[in-house]
C-alpha cells in the first residue's frame, strides 16, 4: 500500500492543479435551455442540452415532463427505462437534476396518459406537462 502513496498524491496534485486553472479560465452562465461557457480570451461556446436536440417528425409530439419525484440514479434508471420501453415513444432524455423528462411520441400509436400512467406505475408523478412547439 505504502509504494501507492507517492503515485496517488502526484494524482491529487495534478487534479487539483487541473481544476484550478480550468476554473479560473472560464465562467459559466446556466440557463434552462444553454450553458453558455465564456473563455478567458473572450471568445464563448454555448451548449445546448440533448433534450433540446431531440428530433421530431411531422406526425410525432414533443413533450416535456416535470415535477417527477426523482431522488437518484436509480429513480433515473426507473424512468428511462420504462419510458424506452413504451410502445409508440420515439425518443427521451430524463434530466435527474431538473426533475423532469422530455419525451418524443407518436400520438397515434401512445396517447399522453398511457405515458403518464406508465411513470405513476412504477412509483413517480407526474407534476406539470408543457407541450413543446416543434
Not at 487539483?16 to 486553472?21: G, L
Not at 465562467?27 to 446556466?30: D, F, K, L, P, Q
Not at 426533475?99 to 407518436?106: C, E, G, I, L
Given at each position: 500500500?505504502r509504494?501507492?502513496?507517492?503515485?496517488?498524491?502526484?494524482?491529487i496534485?495534478?487534479s487539483?492543479?487541473?481544476?484550478?486553472?480550468l476554473?479560473?479560465?472560464e465562467?459559466?452562465?446556466?440557463t434552462?435551455?444553454?450553458?453558455?461557457?465564456?473563455l478567458?480570451?473572450?471568445k464563448?461556446?454555448?451548449?445546448?442540452?440533448?433534450?433540446?436536440?431531440?428530433?421530431?417528425?411531422?406526425?410525432?409530439?414533443?413533450?416535456?415532463?416535470?415535477d417527477?419525484?426523482?431522488?437518484?440514479?436509480s429513480?433515473h434508471y426507473?424512468?428511462?427505462?420504462?419510458?424506452?420501453?413504451?410502445?409508440g415513444?420515439k425518443?427521451?432524455?430524463?434530466?435527474?437534476?431538473?426533475?423532469?423528462?422530455?419525451?418524443?411520441?407518436?400520438?397515434?400509436?401512445v396517447?399522453?396518459?398511457?405515458?403518464?400512467?406508465?411513470?405513476?406505475?412504477?412509483?413517480?408523478?407526474?407534476?406539470?406537462v408543457?407541450?413543446v412547439?416543434?
Open positions: 500500500m509504494k501507492w502513496l507517492p503515485f496517488l498524491a502526484i494524482i496534485i495534478v487539483a492543479i487541473s481544476y484550478s486553472y476554473s479560473s479560465k465562467t459559466s452562465i446556466n434552462e435551455q444553454t450553458r453558455e461557457i465564456r478567458e480570451n473572450g464563448s461556446l454555448a451548449l445546448i442540452p440533448e433534450e433540446a436536440n431531440l428530433p421530431v417528425s411531422k406526425d410525432e409530439q414533443k413533450i416535456v415532463l416535470s417527477l419525484g426523482m431522488d437518484c440514479m429513480c426507473a424512468v428511462q427505462s420504462t419510458l424506452k420501453q413504451t410502445d415513444v425518443d427521451s432524455f430524463v434530466n435527474l437534476k431538473q426533475n423532469r423528462a422530455t419525451v418524443v411520441y407518436d400520438p397515434k400509436t396517447s399522453l396518459e398511457e405515458i403518464r400512467k406508465r411513470i405513476t406505475e412504477i412509483g413517480f408523478r407526474v407534476g406539470n408543457k407541450e412547439a416543434q
